[in-house]
């Protein structure tokens, strides 16, 4: 009983690690491992927006935002050359 409890508890974290670690792979939880949905969609980022002004949003809905909100404009947080910090609609 002493040597068969060890490889009965062998065996049930293999099954437990061949039922988890592809649900941990498609979750993106062990570092340095990606899905292959994360590796469709990097190779379909453009990364030559930057000279195009474009404006990151919280949210990925394919097209980028290439136009200021409004609501935006002037918020921009400025750090003076004499210390200190004011926004950008105060100078």
Known sequence: ???LMPAVG???G???AYKILPVMK???L???MTSDEYKARAASIRYDHYTEGIVYSPYDTGDPIREMPPACA???YLRQKGG???FQSEM
């Open 26 to 28: 498609q979750w993106e």
């Open 84 to 86: 200190g910090w004011k």
């Open 10 to 12: 062998g065996l049930v």
């Open 30 to 32: 062990i570092p340095g």
């Open 14 to 16: 293999l099954y437990a």
């Open 74 to 76: 002037g918020q921009m």
């Open 1 to 3: 009983m002493d040597k």
